[in-house]
C-alpha cells in the first residue's frame, strides 16, 4: 500500500495506472486469501475464495497492460487482440460468481484445515485450469516483453527492467505448483507469501532504479518517429530487393498500401537509377551499389498524392544486425524538387549573365579604345578610362560568378600541395600587377594533404586580389606608398586538453597595407546574407568564404598594425591514407 501510494504522484506516465491496477489485483489476490485462512464459517470462506481468484484473473491481464504500455506498446493495449483478454477476464469474472451453478471453477469445496488454519480443498474445473494456463502465459509474454527491452536497449533501462521480470517469477511458480497439487501441503498456497521478494524487486525498481522517471516508452517514441512520423519516405528491403517495410510518407509517394507492397520487389514500384540486393551468395558485394554503406542517385516520380512530377535523392545504405552480418537495405527518398528547380534556375540566370557581361564589357572596351584616340579634352579621356575600368570591373564580376558556380557544385577532394597551390598565386599575382610588391614566406617541408584543389586555389587567388585592387596608394610598407602583399604558410598542430599533438592545419596569411575591409562587408560575409543597409562591394570576400566553406577551413578577418588587413585562412590536413 505504501509502494502504491509513492507510485499515484507519477499518475499519468506510461504504465503507472496498469501497475497500480496489478498492485490491487494482487492485494485483493493476497488479502482474501490471508483472511480466509481465519474464516470458519463456508459462505464467507467460499466468499473469500471466490475473491481470491478474482485477484489471480485481473493480476497476469494488469501485468501484460503495464508491460506492454510501459515498453511503448500502448498501441497494442488499444488493439482488438488485447480486448479479448479482457473479454477473457470479464467471461472469467462472471463465471466466478455463477461458480455454484456450474462448477466451472471448482466442486466439492470443503475445509481442510492445516497448520492450525482454515484451509480447504476442492477439485479445480476445466476453467480454473484455463485461468492459470493463460494468466502464466499472459505473465510469460510480459516478462519476454520487459526482458526484450533489456536486451535491446542496454544498460539503459537494465536495472529497472530486469527487476520487474524477475518479480513476477516466484508468486508465479507458487501458483502452478498449487495448481498441480504439489508439495507436502496441496491444499496450502504459497503464493501471497512469495509476493513478499516480488515486492521488494518492485519497490528497488521504482525507488532506486527510477522506473518511471525514465522507461522505454521514450526510446521507442523516438524510433517511431525516427521513422514512420519522418516526411521523407524510407522503404526496408530484404537482400533480394522485396519490400519488407513501407513508412507512411513512403505509402503517399509510391501510392501504394504497406501490406499490399510487402514482399513484392521495390522494382515494381519504383524505378531505382541504381541496383540494390541481387544475389549475395558467394559474394558479399554483389549487386551492392556501394560496398562501404550506400549509394545516393536521383529519380523522378509521378506523386501519387497529386502534386505532380517530383524529383528524389535516392540514398541506398546496407541494414546489418547488432552482429554486423549484412540482412538488406535501407532506400530514403529525399524531396529535392525544389532545390533542383533552384539549381537550375541558378544556373541559367548565371550563366546568362556571364555571357553577357563578358560579350557587354568587350563592346565597351571596344568603344573606349575608339573615344580615347578620338578625344583631345583632358577631362573627357579621364571619364573614357573610368568606363573602360568599370567595363574592367563586370568582366571580372562575370569571371567571379563562374568561380562561384564551380563552387557550390560538388567536387572531389585530392592530394594537393598547398604550397605549389600557393606559390602559383603568387606568381598570377606579381604577372597582373608588376607594380606591386607580393612577398611570399614558405618554408621548405610536406605541405600535402586531400582538399578541393579548386577551392583552395580561388580563395588564395581572391585574398591577393582583393589586397591589391582595393590598395589606396598610402601604405606604410614602401616609400611610394604602393600595393603590398605579404603571402605566409606555415603548420600548426592542435594540442588536445590532455597535452598531447591534435590535428594539425596549415595556416595561410595574406596581409597588406591597404585601407582596410569595411566593417560591414565583412559583417556581411560572417552573417551569411546581404541587406539594402549591409552589403559588400563585390563577391570577392563571398568567394573566400564559400571556397572555405567547401574545404571546412576557417577564415579570420583582423586589422592589422599600423594599417591594413590581415586574413587568416586556417586548412585542417587530412592524411592521403
Not at 41 to 47: G, H, K, S
Not at 433 to 448: L, M, Q, R, Y
Not at 484 to 507: T, Y
Not at 541 to 567: H, K, Q, S
Request: contains cysteine.
Amino acid at each position: 500500500m505504501g509502494l502504491a501510494l509513492a507510485i499515484r504522484e507519477h499518475r499519468g506516465r506510461p504504465g503507472v495506472d496498469w501497475f497500480l491496477g496489478v498492485f490491487a489485483a494482487q492485494a485483493t489476490w493476497c488479502c482474501s486469501y490471508g483472511v480466509g485462512l481465519l474464516v470458519a464459517d463456508p459462505t464467507l470462506r467460499t466468499a473469500l475464495e471466490t475473491t481470491m481468484w478474482l485477484g489471480i484473473v485481473w493480476t497476469g491481464i494488469g501485468f501484460l497492460g503495464f508491460a506492454l504500455e510501459y515498453t511503448g506498446r500502448s498501441d497494442v493495449v488499444r488493439s482488438r487482440l488485447f480486448a479479448s483478454v479482457i473479454g477473457f477476464g470479464l467471461l472469467s469474472t462472471a463465471l466466478l460468481a455463477t461458480n455454484s451453478l456450474h462448477g466451472a471453477f471448482w466442486t466439492g469445496f470443503e475445509s481442510d484445515p492445516a497448520f492450525g488454519v482454515e484451509t480447504v480443498s476442492y477439485a479445480f474445473g476445466p476453467w480454473a485450469y484455463l485461468v492459470v494456463a493463460v494468466e502464466t502465459v499472459l505473465v510469460a509474454s510480459a516478462v519476454f516483453l520487459l526482458v526484450d527491452t533489456l536486451l535491446s536497449y542496454g544498460p539503459l533501462y537494465r536495472r529497472e527492467s530486469a527487476a520487474v521480470a524477475l518479480s513476477s517469477l516466484p508468486p508465479g511458480f507458487a501458483l502452478v505448483a498449487w495448481t498441480l497439487e504439489l508439495g507436502p501441503v496441496p491444499q496450502l498456497q504459497l503464493a501471497p507469501l512469495m509476493f513478499v521478494p516480488h515486492m521488494l524487486l518492485d519497490a528497488y525498481a521504482f525507488d532506486r532504479a527510477e522506473m518511471f522517471d525514465r522507461n522505454p516508452t521514450t526510446s521507442r517514441a523516438a524510433e517511431r518517429t525516427a521513422i514512420d512520423d519522418l516526411t521523407d519516405p524510407i522503404v526496408a528491403l530484404a537482400l533480394d530487393s522485396r519490400v519488407v517495410r513501407l513508412n507512411p510518407a513512403a505509402e503517399t509517394v509510391l501510392g501504394v498500401d504497406a501490406e499490399i507492397a510487402r514482399d513484392r520487389p521495390l522494382a515494381d514500384f519504383l524505378d531505382l537509377p541504381v541496383a540494390v540486393g541481387g544475389d549475395t551468395e558467394g559474394d558479399p558485394n554483389a549487386d551492392d551499389p556501394d560496398p562501404d554503406g550506400g549509394s545516393r542517385e536521383t529519380v523522378e516520380v509521378d506523386s501519387a498524392a497529386g502534386t505532380g512530377r517530383r524529383t528524389y535523392a535516392v540514398s541506398t545504405s546496407r541494414l546489418t544486425d547488432p552482429n554486423g552480418t549484412h540482412v538488406g537495405y535501407t532506400v530514403v527518398l529525399s524531396d529535392i524538387t525544389e532545390r533542383e528547380r533552384r539549381r537550375q534556375q541558378l544556373e541559367v540566370l548565371n550563366r546568362i549573365l556571364r555571357h553577357n557581361l563578358r560579350n557587354d564589357a568587350g563592346v565597351v572596351h571596344g568603344y573606349r579604345e575608339i573615344l580615347r584616340d578620338r578625344l583631345e579634352d583632358a577631362e573627357l579621356v579621364r571619364m573614357a578610362d573610368a568606363i573602360e575600368r568599370r567595363a574592367g570591373a563586370l568582366a571580372a564580376l562575370g569571371e567571379k560568378a563562374g568561380t562561384v558556380e564551380q563552387l557550390v557544385a560538388d567536387g572531389d577532394a585530392s592530394p594537393v600541395a598547398v604550397d605549389e597551390v600557393v606559390g602559383s598565386a603568387v606568381a598570377d599575382a606579381r604577372e597582373r600587377d608588376p607594380d606591386a610588391s607580393v612577398e611570399s614566406e614558405i618554408a621548405d617541408g610536406d605541405w600535402t594533404t586531400r582538399v578541393r584543389e579548386d577551392a583552395l586555389r580561388a580563395i588564395v587567388e581572391n585574398t591577393v586580389e582583393n589586397a591589391l585592387d582595393h590598395h589606396d596608394g598610402e601604405g606604410a610598407e614602401r616609400e611610394d606608398g604602393e600595393a603590398w602583399v605579404r603571402v605566409s604558410l606555415r603548420r600548426e598542430s592542435e594540442g588536445n586538453a590532455g597535452g598531447s599533438e591534435g590535428k594539425d592545419r596549415f595556416v595561410i596569411v595574406v596581409e597588406d597595407d591597404g585601407p582596410g575591409i569595411p566593417d560591414h562587408e565583412v559583417e556581411a560575409v560572417e552573417s551569411g546574407r546581404e541587406t539594402a543597409l549591409e552589403h559588400g562591394s563585390g563577391l570577392g570576400l563571398w568567394v573566400v568564404e564559400w571556397g572555405a566553406a567547401a574545404i571546412g577551413a576557417e577564415v579570420d578577418y583582423a586589422d592589422r598594425e599600423p594599417r591594413g588587413t590581415r586574413v587568416t585562412v586556417s586548412i585542417p590536413v587530412v592524411d592521403e591514407t
